[in-house]
């Protein structure tokens, strides 16, 4: 088998519950997303995060939260 790199992203920038009810949003959602991905073989995750509402954000903390 010739070598493969999986790579995730599960939140994107712009879905909302209200376009799927799995999409992980929270710091916590989104961590165990990627853990499960990286599971099943993923070695790269493109990450994301939100703030309380929802919208995209850049908020190092949210970011540094998810992370840890």
Same mark, same amino acid.
């Given at each position: 088998?010739?070598?493969? *790199?999986?790579?995730? %992203? &599960?939140? $994107? ?7 799927? &009810?799995? *999409? &992980? ?15 099943? $073989?993923? =070695? *790269? %995750? ?7 509402? %929802? =919208?995209? =954000? ?11």
């Amino acid at each position: 088998m010739e070598k493969l *790199i999986i790579t995730v %992203a &599960p939140t $994107g920038a712009w879905p909302t519950k209200k376009d799927t &009810p799995h *999409i &992980p949003l929270t710091p916590k959602e989104i961590a165990e997303e990627v853990y499960q991905c990286w599971k099943a $073989g993923a =070695s *790269i %995750a493109h990450i994301h995060v939100r703030n309380d509402d %929802a =919208s995209a =954000s850049m908020n190092f903390d949210k970011f540094k939260e998810t992370v840890t």
